[in-house]
């Protein structure tokens, strides 16, 4: 048996991802970048991330999709990841008018969850098995999902479920099969080892579906899934006064010693730190790339070979940050938004972090040039676009923003405040508060929000559980709990206080003050869901 595996290349974002996954397998990957070569392939792996009209009209421009449907007519093994799963059906709500490929009869629709339920669908949930005597879901496991739109379990023909999971209230089909098809709402190439453990399945020929039994009364005995919190392990990535590649990490941005030749604070290197979270169970990787070196020429960035590296080792999320933006290469080349975002998500990137560029984008608003954020969120899903929050506390009422009570009274004894943006590393302020440009930035197609906080960072004495309760309660998409945490129950507290969908840390992990390890006992301990 030839240990060869075709991917269909048609510039998905994820599409590296999936190839470090295969080759770390053990196996040859070959990119079809015409009919002939899905035609000819011997086993098939459709990858895809962003949006259902995008992809269908990227395919039907390369000539692809009448090779993809014949080919699965063949018999011969197909795997559909995330969108590769969504487009074999026939319709989406996502792009009205768009036709899918049409091997599923039955329309994808957005989320209906409930109020308070943030979308996109983000992190680690379950499976329930819906074919007796299935080989490829292990249940109780956790996957990692990311999308706003799904096949509804009442919408999809029962002979194709696989498996289901629930989020909001609603029951979503997260893996189809049938006879040589399989496909998954979730990532497995992102899903660590439980994950390359399907994709193993499906390149040994041991998912095949060899009619096992639908049962819909054993689903029903079953309890519905659960999404699980996120703890992410986040460096700060930069060059030194040497020139070296560095893991920093400052006291309220500050990065150098405050002795002796104040050199830039040195933690470690980016993928050997980060390997390291992996392995300790870290649910995703964020690099923040801090002002050193993004002058460079876009193909000598340094942060583009951080990121080739990291996803060869590392099968979880992984969000790059810093320099996200549009700007003119030293040799005169402009470089858009979308560009730059482009590079990273082929070196290995599944989100992109944008900082003061967001800030200057709701400050633009009404215009009619569409934002970094609109151009990135297009073409490669609003999953895929983080924004990072860079707020300070500002104490007093306001005549423009809205105030709240504090997590702790000023030295005068002020109780309300509102928190103001700022720029370029905390070094300069604009007129908005975190929640505006929050609510600023999910309208322009944003996914997600890393909300900071500077009066926090690197003091471990715990999040500011105000501004993000805040935060969370005026948006709709996932929010990321950042700076402060100093202590295990620090993550329990910020959780059960302010319900973030996400906790992040650098300099207690970074130290080995605290292991991922340790913080996910407590937060199991205390009865908030994770994955183990």
């Not at 501004?467 to 910020?494: Q, W």
């Amino acid at each position: 048996m030839s240990r060869v595996v075709t991917v269909v290349d048609y510039g998905a974002g994820n599409v590296r991802s999936v190839i470090n996954a295969v080759e770390h397998l053990g196996w040859e990957v070959k990119m079809a970048g015409t009919a002939e070569e899905i035609l000819s392939a011997e086993r098939l792996i459709f990858p895809g991330v962003g949006a259902f009209g995008s992809a269908m009209e990227r395919l039907a421009s390369l000539g692809f999709i009448d090779p993809i449907k014949a080919y699965i007519s063949t018999g011969k093994p197909f795997f559909g990841v995330c969108l590769g799963m969504q487009t074999l059906f026939e319709e989406s709500e996502e792009s009205p008018g768009v036709k899918g490929l049409g091997v599923i009869k039955g329309k994808i629709s957005k989320f209906k969850v409930t109020p308070g339920v943030s979308v996109p669908h983000m992190g680690w949930n379950q499976v329930n098995s819906w074919k007796d005597g299935s080989k490829v879901i292990e249940e109780g496991c956790r996957y990692y999902f990311v999308h706003s739109f799904v096949a509804d379990v009442t919408d999809t023909p029962s002979e194709w479920v696989l498996g289901t999971t629930d989020y909001g209230g609603q029951t979503i089909v997260s893996a189809v099969q049938f006879e040589n098809v399989l496909a998954t709402q979730f990532h497995p190439e992102k899903s660590s080892k439980k994950g390359l453990e399907i994709i193993r399945k499906f390149l040994e020929n041991e998912a095949r579906d060899e009619k096992p039994t639908f049962s819909l009364a054993t689903k029903n005995t079953k309890p519905p899934t659960i999404l699980g919190k996120r703890v992410i392990a986040c460096l700060d990535v930069r060059a030194n006064d040497d020139g070296d590649i560095i893991v920093t990490k400052g006291d309220q941005y500050a990065v150098r010693e405050e002795t002796g030749d104040k050199e830039v604070r040195n933690l470690g290197k980016p993928v050997e730190l980060a390997e390291r979270y992996y392995l300790e169970g870290a649910d995703e990787i964020t690099f923040l790339n801090i002002t050193s070196f993004r002058s460079s020429p876009l193909k000598d960035q340094p942060m583009l070979e951080v990121l080739k590296q990291a996803s060869r080792k590392i099968f979880v999320p992984l969000c790059v940050g810093g320099g996200i933006r549009s700007y003119t290469d030293p040799d005169g080349t402009h470089r858009s938004a979308l560009e730059v975002a482009g590079e990273y998500f082929r070196s290995g990137a599944d989100k992109v972090s944008i900082g003061s560029d967001a800030v200057e984008a709701v400050l633009a608003q009404p215009s009619e040039q569409e934002s970094s954020i609109s151009s990135i969120s297009r073409v490669y899903g609003a999953q895929a676009v983080v924004i990072s929050v860079d707020p300070k506390r500002i104490y007093g009422k306001s005549d423009k923003h809205e105030t709240f009570t504090a997590l702790t009274p000023s030295v005068d004894g002020e109780t309300q405040c509102w928190y103001q943006c700022t720029l370029k590393g905390g070094r300069e302020t604009a007129d908005l508060s975190a929640r505006e440009l929050a609510i600023g930035t999910e309208k322009l197609g944003a996914g997600e929000i890393l909300l900071n906080c500077i009066d926090h960072d690197g003091q471990n004495n715990g999040f500011d559980t105000a501004l993000i309760a805040d935060v969370k309660r005026n948006v709709s998409i996932p929010v990321i709990a950042s700076s402060g945490a100093g202590k295990p129950e620090h993550f329990t507290e910020v959780f059960k206080k302010a319900n973030p969908d996400a906790a992040l840390a650098a300099g207690i992990f970074h130290r080995k003050e605290v292991s991922i390890t340790d913080v996910k006992s407590e937060l199991s301990k205390n009865g908030v869901p994770v994955r183990q």
